[in-house]
């Protein structure tokens, strides 16, 4: 499991269960980059975007918090 946060929301990326389907990338490119590292930079995009995208991944890969929840 990995975390990349943006400081008020934290994407949680769990590569195991990750089936590659690209939806991240094709959503968001400016926060998924597959030839990157790290390759999730969440900067890139709102956090109600990213909140939007995230519930679109087929496989649960991805899941996010709010860091005021911790």
Do not use: F
């Amino acid at each position: 499991m990995r975390e990349y946060t943006n400081g008020e929301l934290t994407i949680v990326w769990k590569p195991k269960l990750c089936s590659h389907a690209g939806q991240c990338v094709k959503a968001l490119p400016e926060v998924y980059d597959p030839k990157a590292r790290p390759w999730i930079t969440p900067d890139g995009a709102s956090s109600e975007d990213l909140k939007s995208q995230i519930g679109l991944c087929p496989s649960g890969a991805l899941s996010y918090y709010m860091n005021e929840d911790q």
